[in-house]
């Protein structure tokens, strides 16, 4: 229950920030075409997009979003709310891709390295999984808008929040290393690819004065689902908190790693289905307003070569490899780290330090895309990655921690300095965002 | 900076980095810690974050795009 309530603050109080006018997402004007409402995306965006991956294509398909009359009604609000919360359910299976960090630790031995033996004392190649899970993301990511067009959001939401739950599934079965990443790493990038803007899409179509609300909600789904199933995952596969010894557990957490990715894997499909019925968009009205309004503007900025010509984009994909590594890494090693200090013993203790990092992470994707907003990029991304050495130098020390901390207790003893650093992790994403559209 | 023009292209371009970034962790760690340890390799990451601070600030916008900004 208290997890639960976690989550449902998390959801409420982002809504709340949202509708206090922290508008995350552009704040567009809108030109009125006889009873349709349609963007006008030559003119300047007021805020700009601080949320990372997906929204790109999101926005690119508004050019085309139209509100019905229903606005008028009271039902577009319903209907965009009804489609946040759709988001959000679907967003919090898409979120586990972060419970790696802490599900690594329950993987069977032969799926460690990529030749089945066990070596001890050196990191897993199992360290890979999430690296090629966004891999596959971006691969699949700008093919999304053409499925969204295709068989719209809902069915687009539904299409790849089962492609996730399904690779999870089948990643149950695998027995070595390479059909493991296969299944739970390439194919969940690929539903994640394609399932992770297609409630903003619809959500942005409804309610085209809130998209920061819209955002918002869906994702608060996003980090809680890398906090609530993280506990979840733990609690299947090692209910009664055994702690490793030598940095392995008894053979029983392992036996219990395929079933835990099997039931996990159906309450993400069943989050998937329940979101997407919640999701809908005015299509009608989108298609007959369409053919009736005022042609688009020009939207401004560069072509793709004139971008990739220009020495500010290699320096861009420079600097957020630069910054983007600390948190990447640190959220899958962050367990084997902790396994080499007793102080930080502690299976339950564990997963609870990385499902906080997960919250931390869906909710740092809004906070320092706001700041960005607020004081500019270049002081936000140095505040940023100022704090994320100081970080980086100090989390060694949280081994050597002198609060004392009973083994499998859930002390909080050293997790702000854990949640801190991984509230690093989504942060480049916001700003690569931002400035990419500016 | 890039503008809205092509800004879903360029930015899935970007995204590349991240997966860059995650895979050259990974690879960071495998070849570190046994040898040197983690404190090594939080170390290197400190190091290039601080790189990255240095680089934004002579970050500048386009010159042949007006509304170029960072």
New interface residues.
Partial sequence: MMIVRVILALFVTLTIFQCEGYSLLPTQKIQRSSSFIRYNPNLKYENVVSQSRISPFALKMQENAVVSKEEKKGLTLNKGTLSILGGFLSHLALGTIYCWGNFISYSPLNLRFFDGTVKSGIPPDALYVLPITFLAQTIVMPFAQNVFKAIGASKSLLLGSWIAAASVYLASYQTTLLNFILTYSVLFGVGLGIGYAAPMYAGWKWLPKNKGLVSGGVLAGFGGGGFLFSLIGSKIVNPTGINPVGGQFPAEVYNRFPAMLRTLSVFYAVLGLLGSLLVSEPEAEASSATSSAAPAQTVTGVTVKEALSSWQFWWMELMVILSATAGLNTVVIYKQFAATAAVLAGDRFQALVGGIGALFNGSGRLFWGNLSDKIGFKKSFTILTILQLVLMLTYQFSRISKVHKPINSTSLSNLPLYSLLLLSTPVSYSFAWRVTLL | ??????????????????????????M???SL??SFG??T???I??G??????A???I????K??D????
Avoid: R
Wanted: no cysteine; hydrophobic share 55%; glycine share 8%.
């Fill in positions: 900076m890039f503008g809205f023009k092509a800004g879903t292209i360029i930015y899935g371009i970007i995204y590349s980095a991240f997966a860059i970034a995650s895979i050259l962790g990974g960071l760690t495998k810690v046994k983690y404190e390799v939080f170390k990451m400190a290039m974050s601080i790189l990255a601070t680089m934004v600030s970050l500048k916008p386009l042949n795009y509304e170029s900004t960072v």
